[in-house]
């Protein structure tokens, strides 16, 4: 939650939003290739994709 934290106020570097970037893409596909997803799955799902539009923003800026 912490890295979640960093992120989201700016302190990383360009590479390191890009890779945790990455990384989350990476999740995301990992649980949409499911057919079906367990209630804490979907709030995960739901979670990563909000930290992707946070660095999103930072990666535009």
Aim: net charge positive; hydrophobic share 35%.
């Amino acid at each position: 939650m912490a890295r979640q934290n960093e992120l989201a106020v700016g302190k990383s570097t360009g590479r390191d939003v890009k890779a945790e970037k990455a990384r989350l893409d990476k999740r995301v596909d990992e649980l949409r290739r499911r057919a079906f997803l367990t209630p804490t799955e979907q709030i995960e799902l739901s979670q990563l994709k909000k930290q992707k539009l946070i660095l999103k923003d930072q990666i535009s800026s």
